[in-house]
Protein backbone atom coordinates (compact mmCIF):
# COMPACT_ATOMS: atom_id res chain seq x y z
CA UNK A 1 0.00 0.00 0.00
CA UNK A 2 1.03 3.58 -0.04
CA UNK A 3 3.42 4.69 2.61
CA UNK A 4 3.93 8.15 3.44
CA UNK A 5 6.63 9.13 5.82
CA UNK A 6 7.72 12.04 7.86
CA UNK A 7 11.19 13.17 9.63
CA UNK A 8 11.91 13.59 12.07
CA UNK A 9 9.08 12.41 14.24
CA UNK A 10 9.52 14.96 16.95
CA UNK A 11 11.85 17.88 17.24
CA UNK A 12 12.85 20.36 19.87
CA UNK A 13 14.18 23.49 19.52
CA UNK A 14 15.11 27.32 20.87
CA UNK A 15 13.09 30.30 19.86
CA UNK A 16 14.02 32.26 17.24
CA UNK A 17 15.68 29.16 15.31
CA UNK A 18 14.14 27.55 12.33
CA UNK A 19 13.00 23.88 11.69
CA UNK A 20 12.39 21.51 8.59
CA UNK A 21 10.40 18.76 8.51
CA UNK A 22 10.15 16.36 5.70
CA UNK A 23 7.39 14.40 3.80
CA UNK A 24 7.97 11.79 1.45
CA UNK A 25 5.99 9.29 -0.33
CA UNK A 26 7.65 5.86 -0.17
CA UNK A 27 6.37 3.87 -2.84
CA UNK A 28 4.54 6.49 -5.33
CA UNK A 29 4.91 9.81 -6.74
CA UNK A 30 2.80 12.69 -5.42
CA UNK A 31 2.25 15.85 -7.29
CA UNK A 32 0.30 17.14 -4.53
CA UNK A 33 0.59 17.09 -1.10
CA UNK A 34 -0.87 18.53 1.93
CA UNK A 35 0.05 19.61 5.17
CA UNK A 36 -2.19 20.09 8.63
CA UNK A 37 -1.06 21.35 12.07
CA UNK A 38 -2.98 20.08 15.10
CA UNK A 39 -3.04 21.24 18.19
CA UNK A 40 -3.37 18.97 21.85
CA UNK A 41 -7.07 17.99 22.10
CA UNK A 42 -8.01 19.88 18.84
CA UNK A 43 -8.56 18.40 15.45
CA UNK A 44 -6.69 19.27 12.35
CA UNK A 45 -6.54 22.53 10.36
CA UNK A 46 -5.46 22.38 6.97
CA UNK A 47 -1.97 24.48 6.52
CA UNK A 48 -1.10 24.50 2.83
CA UNK A 49 -1.52 22.17 -0.58
CA UNK A 50 2.10 21.60 -1.67
CA UNK A 51 2.47 21.14 -5.37
CA UNK A 52 4.95 19.72 -6.95
CA UNK A 53 6.93 22.29 -9.42
CA UNK A 54 4.90 25.53 -8.26
CA UNK A 55 4.43 27.22 -5.42
CA UNK A 56 2.09 26.38 -2.44
CA UNK A 57 -1.36 27.19 -2.09
CA UNK A 58 -1.97 28.48 1.73
CA UNK A 59 -4.90 28.49 3.67
CA UNK A 60 -6.47 31.87 5.11
CA UNK A 61 -4.37 32.85 8.21
CA UNK A 62 -1.68 30.79 7.47
CA UNK A 63 1.71 32.96 6.85
CA UNK A 64 3.51 31.88 4.01
CA UNK A 65 6.68 33.56 4.99
CA UNK A 66 6.74 31.51 8.20
CA UNK A 67 5.66 28.51 6.90
CA UNK A 68 8.24 28.03 3.73
CA UNK A 69 6.96 24.72 1.96
CA UNK A 70 9.29 23.34 -0.89
CA UNK A 71 8.40 20.61 -3.57
CA UNK A 72 11.24 19.99 -5.28
CA UNK A 73 9.97 16.29 -6.61
CA UNK A 74 7.43 14.32 -6.92
CA UNK A 75 8.24 12.26 -3.69
CA UNK A 76 9.01 14.85 -1.28
CA UNK A 77 7.76 18.36 0.56
CA UNK A 78 9.21 20.01 3.14
CA UNK A 79 7.91 22.41 5.62
CA UNK A 80 10.03 24.99 7.39
CA UNK A 81 8.78 26.72 10.49
CA UNK A 82 10.64 29.89 10.33
CA UNK A 83 11.85 31.88 13.50
CA UNK A 84 10.07 29.26 15.71
CA UNK A 85 8.47 30.67 18.33
CA UNK A 86 6.62 28.75 21.42
CA UNK A 87 2.90 29.32 20.45
CA UNK A 88 3.83 27.21 16.72
CA UNK A 89 4.92 23.75 19.26
CA UNK A 90 2.04 21.48 18.07
CA UNK A 91 1.37 17.93 15.64
CA UNK A 92 2.30 18.60 12.02
CA UNK A 93 1.12 15.43 9.75
CA UNK A 94 1.22 15.68 5.80
CA UNK A 95 -0.94 13.78 3.24
CA UNK A 96 -0.22 12.79 0.06
CA UNK A 97 -2.78 11.31 -2.31
CA UNK A 98 -2.39 9.18 -5.42
CA UNK A 99 -1.80 10.12 -8.94
CA UNK A 100 -4.77 11.05 -10.37
CA UNK A 101 -6.70 10.05 -7.71
CA UNK A 102 -6.25 12.37 -4.87
CA UNK A 103 -9.94 12.85 -4.64
CA UNK A 104 -10.26 9.31 -3.74
CA UNK A 105 -8.28 8.85 -0.73
CA UNK A 106 -4.97 10.32 1.04
CA UNK A 107 -2.52 8.10 2.99
CA UNK A 108 -1.21 10.65 6.10
CA UNK A 109 2.57 10.78 7.46
CA UNK A 110 3.21 9.53 11.50
CA UNK A 111 3.10 13.42 11.98
CA UNK A 112 6.18 15.47 13.59
CA UNK A 113 5.92 16.56 16.85
CA UNK A 114 7.55 20.19 17.62
CA UNK A 115 8.12 21.74 20.77
CA UNK A 116 9.90 25.22 20.46
CA UNK A 117 11.31 26.28 23.86
CA UNK B 1 -17.69 27.87 4.24
CA UNK B 2 -17.35 24.02 5.29
CA UNK B 3 -18.09 23.18 9.05
CA UNK B 4 -17.22 19.72 10.49
CA UNK B 5 -19.01 18.90 13.82
CA UNK B 6 -18.60 15.64 15.53
CA UNK B 7 -20.83 14.20 18.44
CA UNK B 8 -20.12 13.85 21.14
CA UNK B 9 -16.84 15.30 21.45
CA UNK B 10 -16.12 12.15 24.30
CA UNK B 11 -17.51 8.83 25.38
CA UNK B 12 -16.61 6.31 27.55
CA UNK B 13 -17.78 2.66 27.10
CA UNK B 14 -17.37 -0.71 28.90
CA UNK B 15 -16.00 -3.65 26.27
CA UNK B 16 -18.46 -5.23 24.09
CA UNK B 17 -21.10 -2.12 23.71
CA UNK B 18 -22.05 -1.34 19.86
CA UNK B 19 -21.57 2.64 19.43
CA UNK B 20 -22.67 4.91 17.50
CA UNK B 21 -20.39 8.38 16.26
CA UNK B 22 -22.03 10.96 14.79
CA UNK B 23 -20.69 13.64 12.13
CA UNK B 24 -22.51 16.59 10.32
CA UNK B 25 -21.56 18.91 7.89
CA UNK B 26 -23.01 21.94 6.86
CA UNK B 27 -22.34 22.09 2.94
CA UNK B 28 -23.61 19.02 1.67
CA UNK B 29 -21.31 19.68 -1.88
CA UNK B 30 -18.99 16.94 -0.85
CA UNK B 31 -16.90 14.94 -3.14
CA UNK B 32 -16.09 12.03 -0.45
CA UNK B 33 -16.45 11.58 3.14
CA UNK B 34 -14.01 9.63 5.33
CA UNK B 35 -13.48 8.40 8.40
CA UNK B 36 -10.41 8.13 10.22
CA UNK B 37 -8.53 6.75 13.62
CA UNK B 38 -6.33 8.56 15.24
CA UNK B 39 -3.89 6.85 18.61
CA UNK B 40 -2.96 9.61 21.11
CA UNK B 41 0.16 11.46 19.27
CA UNK B 42 0.02 9.22 16.40
CA UNK B 43 -0.94 10.17 12.64
CA UNK B 44 -4.07 8.59 10.96
CA UNK B 45 -5.57 5.63 10.01
CA UNK B 46 -8.04 5.44 7.05
CA UNK B 47 -10.76 3.18 8.54
CA UNK B 48 -14.03 3.96 5.75
CA UNK B 49 -13.92 5.97 2.73
CA UNK B 50 -17.74 6.82 1.32
CA UNK B 51 -18.10 8.29 -1.89
CA UNK B 52 -21.00 10.99 -2.25
CA UNK B 53 -22.76 8.51 -4.51
CA UNK B 54 -22.86 6.28 -1.53
CA UNK B 55 -24.61 5.55 1.42
CA UNK B 56 -22.53 3.09 3.30
CA UNK B 57 -19.40 1.56 3.55
CA UNK B 58 -18.84 -1.81 5.69
CA UNK B 59 -15.13 -3.16 7.33
CA UNK B 60 -15.15 -5.71 10.01
CA UNK B 61 -17.17 -4.44 12.99
CA UNK B 62 -17.40 -1.06 11.38
CA UNK B 63 -20.34 0.49 9.61
CA UNK B 64 -20.11 4.13 8.22
CA UNK B 65 -23.44 5.39 6.86
CA UNK B 66 -24.23 9.17 4.37
CA UNK B 67 -26.61 11.05 4.13
CA UNK B 68 -25.27 13.80 1.75
CA UNK B 69 -28.70 15.41 1.86
CA UNK B 70 -28.97 16.08 5.52
CA UNK B 71 -25.09 16.89 5.83
CA UNK B 72 -24.77 13.58 8.04
CA UNK B 73 -22.52 10.28 8.42
CA UNK B 74 -22.58 7.94 11.49
CA UNK B 75 -19.69 5.64 12.45
CA UNK B 76 -21.25 2.05 14.06
CA UNK B 77 -19.12 -0.14 16.01
CA UNK B 78 -19.64 -3.22 16.93
CA UNK B 79 -19.29 -5.01 20.20
CA UNK B 80 -16.82 -2.95 21.10
CA UNK B 81 -13.17 -3.54 22.48
CA UNK B 82 -10.39 -1.95 24.95
CA UNK B 83 -8.07 -1.87 20.89
CA UNK B 84 -10.85 0.31 19.68
CA UNK B 85 -9.93 3.38 22.14
CA UNK B 86 -8.99 6.41 20.35
CA UNK B 87 -9.63 9.30 18.67
CA UNK B 88 -12.21 8.77 15.35
CA UNK B 89 -12.38 11.72 13.06
CA UNK B 90 -14.52 12.46 9.93
CA UNK B 91 -13.12 14.57 7.39
CA UNK B 92 -15.24 15.26 3.93
CA UNK B 93 -13.19 17.04 0.76
CA UNK B 94 -14.72 19.84 -1.47
CA UNK B 95 -17.12 18.82 -5.04
CA UNK B 96 -14.57 20.77 -7.12
CA UNK B 97 -10.95 21.75 -6.94
CA UNK B 98 -8.05 20.58 -4.71
CA UNK B 99 -9.72 17.79 -2.87
CA UNK B 100 -8.20 18.90 0.49
CA UNK B 101 -10.01 17.32 3.35
CA UNK B 102 -12.01 19.38 5.85
CA UNK B 103 -11.13 17.59 9.30
CA UNK B 104 -14.40 17.11 12.03
CA UNK B 105 -13.81 17.93 15.75
CA UNK B 106 -13.12 14.66 16.59
CA UNK B 107 -14.81 12.38 19.14
CA UNK B 108 -12.32 10.69 21.93
CA UNK B 109 -13.58 7.04 22.61
CA UNK B 110 -12.44 5.07 25.70
CA UNK B 111 -13.85 1.40 25.98
CA UNK B 112 -13.37 -0.01 29.24
CA UNK B 113 -12.34 -3.62 30.17
Known amino acids: GAVVSQHPSWVICKSGTSVKIECRSL??????MFWYRQFPKQSLMLMATSNEGSKATYEQGVEKDKFLINHASLTLSTLTVTSAHPEDSSFYIC?????????????FGPGTRLLVL | KQEVTQIPAALSVPEGENLVLNCSFTDSAIYNLQWFRQDPGKGLTSLLL?????REQTSGRLNASLDKSSGRSTLYIAASQPGDSATYLC????????????FGTGTRLKVLA
Open chain 1, 27 to 32: DFQATT
Open chain 2, 91 to 102: AVTRLQGTYKYI
Open chain 1, 95 to 107: SAGLPGRVGETQY
Open chain 2, 50 to 54: IQSSQ
